[in-house]
């Protein structure tokens, strides 16, 4: 078994240096002074409340005394945080190497003069795609940025749809008359009935078209208008996935079925299937997974129509499941023609294949297409990924957490199922939502913080330096709250 605290003997082994910290000074344990949310944060609740509807808020953090891989609110309690900003946080609380990125003046002035990237870019910036960005892509040439996960999709799916009609019309066939005045009254053939697939339980993002591929939660989409896109069914396994491979297999194939089904009704319909979009781990909808042969097919149902293939790692990129992309676990014939990111990236945009770049200026455009300053925080997170072997952390304590989470499921089998997920990107069901957010509550008066998503599941959210004696204090807190259960 996990021990059962940080006591003073790792207590003293993290003073003197034999058991490494990637943080100075992080604290050695949770510590819980108040309620949380605790009187400080119940009162700017209510001033921001006044100001802005605050009924999401769950506590104000003190940011200034958070470090590592520990969240201090505004009533200083010290919280274990194993959500991070909801999967943002790469390395950490005020990681010295982050606060170092400003006292350089060239950063500095990138980042005050923040510059419309798409008209007036700084002349560091094509390094800086080349080698940041460029330096971590999943095989494609070519990278668009922008500023977050959603508008990231947003701007993928133009070009989803961009390239698609390019095909249809010829490679140097000019757009008709028709199609320019038509586009100006929302009309056909200048604004197509084309579509996108996407899947039940997805989480794409909440503005428009990102919203039209999200079906996670009924909050998100009530009383804003959508589209007529087809909507296919993500595959549901049964668990432990090494004794249901027969019935696994079997929904895989029955899911894939849907997908053609709905590509060849929409055909009929007049609304073809320009693209298909959809995460490796399906977040907000319950941390879904589907089969390496699952997301095989479904790029080769793709390319057999026509349509684009974009995966969405916008929660999943950037090192939590132990690979920097998810996708790469699914050992794909070839690159998906687009790939978003954002959250742990820092900032937002997609990587792409040169067949999904416009053909002229503006197509995908806004003003600040990015932002720069979040380009020099991207390149010192990287360096600290690689010169302290975050990847090999992550699995290593990946493997520990589930470990735990199995035993757990095996010492409370009425509480607890179906532990899943790669890395440290991990999730277990429980038994009802009601307790679900019981034990979330639970554990945060215990110091730590969790989060739920789908309809019961607990999911983790570390940081890439969450390490095994934090896997410990979490385990241990955990197995208590499950036993008051």
Not at 18 to 43: A, F, L
Not at 195 to 212: D, E, I
Not at 239 to 244: D, G
Not at 270 to 296: C, L, M, R, T, Y
Request: with cysteine.
């Amino acid at each position: 078994m996990w021990s059962k605290t940080v006591g003073p003997v790792v207590q003293n082994a993290i003073r003197t240096g034999s058991i490494r910290t990637y943080i100075k000074g992080e604290p050695n344990e949770p510590v819980v002074k108040t309620d949380i949310p605790g009187p400080k944060t119940k009162q700017l609740q209510n001033e921001l409340n006044s100001i802005q509807l605050s009924g999401a808020v769950q506590l104000f953090a003190d940011y200034n005394k958070s470090l590592g891989n520990y969240l201090v609110d505004v009533d200083s309690n010290v919280i274990l945080d194993t959500f991070t900003q909801i999967s943002s946080i790469p390395i950490g609380y005020n990681h010295p190497e982050l606060l170092k990125v400003f006292t350089d003046q060239d950063n500095l002035k990138a980042l005050v003069n923040r510059p419309a990237l798409g008209v007036f870019p700084g002349d560091y910036w094509p390094g800086k795609l080349r080698n940041v960005l460029l330096s971590v892509s999943p095989n494609l040439p070519n990278v668009t940025t922008m500023m977050c996960g959603s508008c990231s999709n947003e701007n993928a799916y133009k070009a989803l749809f961009l390239t698609y009609r390019r095909k249809q019309r010829g490679e140097n066939v000019d757009f008709t008359e028709l199609e320019t005045q038509s586009c100006m009254v929302n009309q056909p053939p200048g604004a197509p009935d084309l579509s996108l697939m996407s899947f039940h339980g997805a989480f794409h993002g909440r503005t428009f078209a990102a919203l039209a591929t999200t079906h996670s939660k009924p909050i998100h989409k009530l009383d804003v208008p959508s589209f007529d896109w087809p909507v296919a069914s993500f595959p549901k396994y049964k668990y432990p996935l090494e004794e249901n491979v027969r019935e696994n297999d079997a929904e895989d194939k029955r899911c894939l079925a849907i997908v053609e089904d709905l590509i060849e009704t929409y055909k009929k319909k007049g609304k073809p299937v320009a693209g298909i979009v959809i995460e490796p781990i399906q977040s907000e909808g319950g941390d879904n997974e589907a089969s390496p042969f699952f997301f095989q097919q479904l790029q080769k149902i793709a390319q057999k129509n026509g349509a684009g293939y974009l995966i969405d790692e916008v929660q999943t990129g950037c090192g939590a499941t132990g690979k920097f992309w998810a996708h790469e676990h699914f050992n794909l014939e070839t690159t998906p023609d687009i790939v978003t990111f954002s959250k742990k990236m820092l900032t937002g945009g997609f990587f792409h294949t040169v067949d999904m770049r416009p053909s002229q200026p503006y197509r995908i455009f806004n003003t600040w297409m990015g932002d720069p300053g979040k380009i020099a925080l991207l390149e010192a997170v990287l360096k600290v990924i690689k010169q302290d072997k975050l990847l090999d952390n992550v699995n290593k304590v990946g493997d520990k957490l589930k470990k735990g989470l199995l035993g757990l499921e095996k010492e409370f089998p009425q509480l607890l199922s179906a532990t899943r997920g790669r890395g440290t990107f991990l999730a277990t069901n429980v038994a009802t939502p009601k307790l679900r957010d019981d034990i979330i509550a639970q554990m945060k008066k215990k110091g730590v913080l969790m989060g739920g998503c789908g309809d019961n599941a607990l999911r983790l959210r570390p940081s890439l330096i969450f390490q095994e004696r934090h896997a410990d204090i979490f385990l241990d807190r955990f197995r208590s709250v499950l036993k008051e259960n």
